[in-house]
């Protein structure tokens, strides 16, 4: 290699290495820009997904009435959201980042046995719910929920039903589901898919999948998809399907969403991050975005969110080792 080429090599590398380093510090120590002027919303997720969805709509109305200047989206894709947990709890201090959280996050800390929880972090606000919808393809003999469950019971090992994840929030409804009608949710076929699970259930590889409402309303209203129960404790609106809880099945779990703080903010921080929470919620967009994405409005703050997320975590447990996971 020529001098001037090499010269020019390790120069390259000088800069390179002094660059990464910079953002490394000023990732790690938020710069000078406080949550108002400057403010970045983690999708710990892939985009495309139900978070990166959550997150951009959350940047769109932040934006849409100037609530902060500058509003960001950073995808942490990975492990059901603990990936970017695990990053978020070593950001200590960091006042201009929120990472958005829910229910999806709290069976995969559980199954993972993960250091970092949302008692590492500071829980900031819940914002919104959506709900999953269990479904059987078009041409399926099962016409109700009652039709199901007695199958079900009578062969739970045979019995398939399609989902995301270990642990992911359709696994837990699983399980919940089972538990309710006499069944031990260890022995529920339940076929995690990391990918698209609406593909098997569309096929008839299994017998039934539990997703999402959001992500088949569409094959729904085509009529691809037929709806048995939704997981909602009331019909969901726009939407004519019945509740698991009007069809004599006692189970209701929220696909909860909302924002949590780097652990070591301030009393003030927080309570600055809550203010644009609260401001952000209250913007036309989000209201549209509500009605648009078929979210349900639970906003919750302060000691109700805290009392709230205790309850989660210890029923999310208690079902994650009912599935003998």
Same mark, same amino acid.
């Given at each position: ?33 406080? %949550?108002?002027?400057?403010?970045? /919303?983690?999708? =710990? *997720? ?6 990166? #969805?959550?997150?951009? +709509? ?69 914002? %919104?719910?959506?709900?999953?919808? /269990?479904?059987? =393809? *078009? ?6 929920? #009652?039709?199901?469950? +007695? ?175």
């Amino acid at each position: 290699m020529k001098q001037s080429t090499l010269k020019k090599a390790l120069y390259g590398g000088v800069v390179a290495v002094v660059t990464a380093l910079a953002v490394v510090n000023a990732a790690s120590s938020g710069g000078e820009a406080t %949550a108002r002027s400057k403010l970045t /919303l983690m999708a =710990p *997720a892939a985009p495309g997904g139900g978070w990166d #969805g959550f997150a951009r +709509e959350g940047q769109q109305a932040l934006k849409s009435e100037g609530i902060v200047n500058n509003a960001q989206v950073v995808n942490v894709p990975g492990a059901g959201g603990t990936i970017g947990l695990s990053q978020f709890v070593q950001m200590p201090g960091r006042h201009d980042m929120l990472m958005a959280t829910g229910a999806a996050m709290v069976g995969a800390v559980s199954l993972s046995k993960s250091d970092a929880d949302f008692t590492s972090v500071e829980m900031i606000a819940r914002v %919104a719910d959506d709900y999953s919808v /269990l479904v059987v =393809p *078009a041409n399926s003999p099962y016409e109700t929920l #009652g039709q199901f469950v +007695e199958d079900w019971k009578a062969d739970p090992g045979g019995t398939s039903i399609a989902g995301g994840s270990l642990g992911s929030i359709d696994h837990l409804i699983t399980g919940l589901v089972a538990e309710e009608i006499g069944i031990d949710p260890a022995k529920a076929n339940y076929i995690a898919y990391s990918g698209d699970a609406i593909a098997a259930i569309l096929s008839g590889t299994t017998d039934a999948g539990i997703t999402g409402y959001n992500e088949v309303s569409d094959l729904i209203e085509a009529g691809q998809l037929r709806a048995l129960a939704v997981s909602s404790e009331e019909r969901l609106p726009g939407a004519d399907v019945p509740t698991f809880i009007e069809q004599g099945v006692d189970a209701y779990m929220a696909n909860w969403r909302g924002y949590a703080a780097a652990p070591g903010v301030t009393q003030e921080q927080k309570q600055e991050f809550v203010d644009i929470v609260t401001e952000l919620r209250d913007t036309e967009h989000w209201q549209s975005a509500l009605e648009r994405n078929r979210w349900v409005d639970n906003f919750m703050t302060g000691e109700e969110f805290e009392a709230f997320i205790a309850e989660e975590l210890a029923r999310t447990r208690d079902i994650v080792e009912g599935l003998g996971l």
